[in-house]
Structures are given as C-alpha cells and as structure tokens.
C-alpha cells in the first residue's frame, strides 16, 4: 500500500511540475507597439536666406502625422507647414504641403536616439503668387519619445521668379 501512495505521490508532482513548462504552442506572440507614430507638432526659427529680399529672422510651423513602420523607419503621411519672414510676415508666409521619410537610431544613452528626415511637396509663396517644389532635411536628437530638436534645411523653388527660398534653423517638435 505504501508503494501505491508513494507511487501517486510522484505522478502527481510530475503532472503539477509539467503544467508550469511553457512550450512554443501554448505561448501566443504578441506584436510590438510601435513607438513613432502619431500626430506632431513643429516650431523652427532661423535665417531666411535665397533669392528673395529681405533675408532675416524666420519661423516656421508645422502640424502632420506620421505612421511607424518599425522602431526605426517611419513615413510623414502628411505635414502642412508654412514658413515666414518675422519682420515682413504676413508679406512672406509660404505654405507648403509635403510627406517624407524619418529614420530614427537604436538608443543611443537613457532614452535618447537620433534621427533624421527628408520631405518633399509644394509650397506657394502668397504674396508673390508663385509655387513650385519644397523639399527639408531634418537631422537632430529625440530627447525623449514625444520630444525632439534638431537642426532643418528648408528649401522652397518659385518657378516664375526663378528664384529659391530657404530657411537654415532649429526645430523643436512635439509628438502627442
């Protein structure tokens, strides 16, 4: 009798101990939240510089979304920016309509990683009745996931005047 009880005794911790192993059929595999996309925000200041008079202090003001395809490589789906000479700024204000590409690097130090842009659209200068090709190049460090600054090149061609608008600066854009 007391083989039998002993003999139960170790099926039983056998079959408790082999309900803990994890086997690959009864894992599911979840996917991996993409962290890059979503809404953004961008603020730039800097010198207006090119063709056209009046070269100075700019801004620009951006609104887009952007859809992560991995960790590392996301699309601008759409921005709506203008850009703006300050002291001649409602003569000046050029909106441009662009969509690009963002590779961001595996983190570099806490929580930061780098990144650069590349965008391209058009854009119309309003006083002069004009538009043609924009395109930008953005490099810079995402401080934090939803936060970056970072350095822009801004080029807008005004294809009756023959003439290049472009804005040298830095950005700050926020991600929600």
């Not at 894992?27 to 979503?38: D, H, L, Y």
Request: charged share 20%; glycine share 12%.
């Amino acid at each position: 009798m007391k083989k039998i009880l002993l003999l139960l005794l170790v099926a039983f911790t056998c079959a408790a101990a082999n309900a803990q192993l994890v086997t690959s059929t009864t894992v599911s595999k979840q996917k991996k939240e993409v962290r890059n996309s979503g809404m953004f925000l961008e603020v730039g200041i800097g010198k207006l510089g090119g063709d056209v008079e009046g070269d100075g202090a700019a801004m620009d003001l951006g609104l887009g979304y952007r859809y992560g395809f991995s960790e590392y490589v996301a699309w601008d789906i759409l921005k709506v920016k203008a850009m703006a000479e300050l002291s001649h700024f409602s003569e000046s204000i050029t909106p441009q309509f662009m969509t690009g590409v963002r590779g961001t690097s595996p983190v570099l130090f806490a929580d930061m990683t780098a990144f650069a842009s590349f965008s391209l659209g058009y854009g119309r200068a309003i006083d002069m009745e004009d538009g043609g090709f924009a395109y930008e190049i953005q490099v810079g460090v995402n401080v934090t996931p939803r936060f970056n600054v970072g350095f822009v090149f801004d080029s807008q061609k005004l294809s009756d005047w023959d003439a290049n608008m472009n804005l040298c600066g830095l950005r700050l854009g926020v991600r929600f």
